[in-house]
C-alpha cells in the first residue's frame, strides 16, 4: 500500500513486518533502532508502525539512514497508542515516496498493492504515480483517488491508464465540461459525481462490478445498455449500480421482456462490500443465452434515481 495524501502515512506495517524492514537498512551505525525502536525479540503482532515522507525542512533530532546510495534524513517516534512513525525527509516528497516504497516491497518480496492518490503537491502526480508502479509491475490491485482539485486534463489521463488497475475508485470534481472516452475491462469501477458519464462510457465498460453515482444517465440510455447486456456484450457484469434521472420503468425496461421476480422467491447475491444480500422484488431480464438478472426495484409509483441490478 503507497499513499500520497500529505496527511497520512506511507505505509502503515505491523511492527513485526516493520522490523524485517529495518533489520535489512544498513544498520551499522544505527543500533539506536533496536533499542529504540524494537525493543527485544517478541514484537507483539498486533501492534503497529507507520513510515511517512515529508518534505526537507528544519527537522529537529532527526539521524540519517543510509537506503541505496543516499542518506536520508530521519526521525522516529512513539505516539500515544504506541505506534511506531518513521519520517523520512525528502527534497521531493514524490522522489522520497519513490525511494522508500521500493526499497521496502523489495525486502517484504511483495509488489505494491495499492494507491491513494491525490495531487495535492504535483498537479500531474496521479498519472505519474501509477506510471511509475506500472514500471516494474503489471498491474496494480487498487487505486483510490480522492481528488477535489485535479484539472480535466489531468483526469483524462488517469482515466487513459485506468484499465491496468484491477479495482479503480475516483472521488472527486470535475468542470461542468469533462467528458472523455475510455475503455475498463478490469475488476471493479467506482466513479463519484459522474455527472459526464453517458451511454458511450457504459458500453466501454466491461467489468464485474460497475458503480457510477452522482450521474444524469437518462432512462433511456440505461435501456439501451441492458439491450447490449442482453446480447452479451458484458459478459463479465455481476453488479451494475447506477444513480440516474428519475427512474421511469415503462422507458428502462422496454422492450427487454422484463418480467416480475416470481413471488414468494427469494435470491442471495455477495455485494461490493462482500456481504450477503437477499431479495426477494424486482424485475428479472435474461440474456439471450438464458443468463438471468435482476433489477432490484419495487415497481409501483416510487420516485428512484438508484439503478441497481445484480446478475445470478
Ligand atoms: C493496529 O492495526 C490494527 C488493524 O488496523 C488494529 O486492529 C489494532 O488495534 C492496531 N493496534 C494498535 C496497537 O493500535
Ligand atoms: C486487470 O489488468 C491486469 C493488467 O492489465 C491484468 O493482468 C488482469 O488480468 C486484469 N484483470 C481483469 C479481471 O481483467
Ligand atoms: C444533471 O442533473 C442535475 C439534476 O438532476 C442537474 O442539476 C445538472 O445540471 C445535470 N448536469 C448535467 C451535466 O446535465
Ligand atoms: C451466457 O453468456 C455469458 C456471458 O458471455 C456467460 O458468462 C454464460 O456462461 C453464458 N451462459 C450460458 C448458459 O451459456
Ligand atoms: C452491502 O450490503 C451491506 C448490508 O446490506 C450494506 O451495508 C453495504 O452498504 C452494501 N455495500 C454496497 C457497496 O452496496
Redesign the pocket.
Known amino acids: 500500500m503507497i499513499q500520497i495524501m500529505s496527511t497520512f502515512p506511507l505505509f502503515r506495517l505491523p511492527l513485526v513486518a516493520l522490523a524485517v524492514v529495518i533489520s535489512h537498512f544498513n544498520l551499522n551505525h544505527f543500533d539506536f533502532f533496536h533499542e529504540d525502536l524494537l525493543p527485544g525479540e517478541n514484537l507483539d503482532e498486533k501492534q503497529n508502525s507507520s513510515i511517512s515522507i515529508e518534505r526537507k525542512g528544519n527537522f529537529p533530532g532527526a539521524r540519517s539512514l543510509k537506503i541505496g546510495d543516499a542518506l536520508v534524513p530521519m526521525s522516529n517516534s512513539l505516539d500515544k497508542y504506541g505506534e511506531i512513525e518513521l519520517r523520512f525527509y525528502f527534497e521531493d516528497v514524490f522522489d522520497g515516496l519513490k525511494t522508500i516504497s521500493r526499497y521496502i516491497c523489495s525486502f517484504l518480496e511483495n509488489p505494491v498493492y495499492g494507491l491513494m492518490l491525490s495531487s495535492d503537491s504535483h498537479p500531474d502526480q496521479i498519472r505519474r504515480t501509477i506510471d511509475w508502479a506500472l514500471s516494474f509491475q503489471k498491474s496494480i490491485k487498487m487505486c483510490y483517488i480522492e481528488d477535489y482539485k485535479i484539472s480535466d486534463d489531468h483526469f483524462r489521463n488517469v482515466l487513459d491508464v485506468c484499465n491496468s488497475v484491477n479495482k479503480f475508485y475516483f472521488y472527486g470534481k470535475l468542470s461542468p465540461e469533462f467528458g472523455h472516452q475510455f475503455a475498463f475491462e478490469n475488476d471493479s469501477i467506482f466513479l463519484r459525481h459522474a455527472f459526464w458519464v453517458n451511454l458511450d462510457n457504459l458500453l466501454k465498460i466491461n467489468c464485474r462490478i460497475c458503480t457510477i453515482w452522482g450521474s444524469n444517465l437518462t432512462n433511456l440510455e440505461v435501456n439501451q445498455y441492458l439491450k447490449h447486456w442482453k446480447t452479451?456484450k458484458?459478459?463479465?457484469l455481476k453488479i451494475a449500480d447506477f444513480e440516474m434521472e428519475d427512474i421511469n420503468l415503462e422507458v428502462l425496461l422496454a422492450d427487454l421482456n422484463a418480467v416480475k421476480f416470481p413471488e414468494g422467491k427469494e435470491r442471495t447475491f455477495r455485494n461490493a462490500s462482500n456481504r450477503d444480500v437477499t431479495i426477494d422484488y424486482g424485475f428479472d431480464i435474461r440474456?439471450?443465452?438464458?443468463?438471468l438478472a435482476t433489477i432490484v426495484h419495487k415497481g409501483g409509483n416510487i420516485i428512484s434515481k438508484w439503478f441497481y441490478m445484480v446478475v445470478w
Not at 287 to 291: A, E, L, S, W
Open positions: 452479451g458484458f459478459p463479465k440474456m439471450d443465452n438464458g443468463t
